[in-house]
Nanobody
Framework: QVQLAESGGGLVQPGGSLRLSCVASGITFSRYAMSWYRQAPGKQRELVASITSGGTTNYEDSVKGRFTISRDNVKNTMYLQMNSLKPEDTAVYYC?????????WGQGTQVTVSS
């Protein structure tokens, strides 16, 4: 059974930091492209950052220089280090695993940036 479990969300003040984690089970993690998406209230889900099986990363423009995606294939875990957080980063953050046409989503973790 494939499972993706996100953690690390919470309430943080503007300028603060959070690290999200996504632990995968039931898949050969190292073969999958992994991504973080987010969805703010009333908005469509958007890609935040992605990392290929080979470690190549890609970022949405508004998070470049502030967020860092990484993966640990031994621990079957993907991370998103988020620094200099802004109120507009407030959203539910979702983990996504994709291999060709097969993909799975996590349940999401809430990130709220507010003073």
């Amino acid at each position: 059974q494939v499972q993706l479990a996100e953690s690390g969300g919470g309430l943080v003040q503007p300028g603060g930091s959070l690290r999200l984690s996504c632990v995968a089970s039931g898949i050969t993690f190292s073969r999958y492209a992994m991504s973080w998406y987010r969805q703010a209230p009333g908005k469509q889900r958007e890609l935040v950052a992605s990392i290929t099986s080979g470690g190549t990363t890609n970022y949405e423009d508004s998070v470049k220089g502030r967020f860092t995606i990484s993966r640990d294939n031994v621990k079957n875990t993907m991370y998103l280090q988020m620094n200099s957080l802004k109120p507009e980063d407030t959203a539910v953050y979702y983990c996504n695993a994709r291999l060709a046409v097969y993909e799975r989503w996590g349940q999401g973790t809430q990130v709220t940036v507010s003073s």
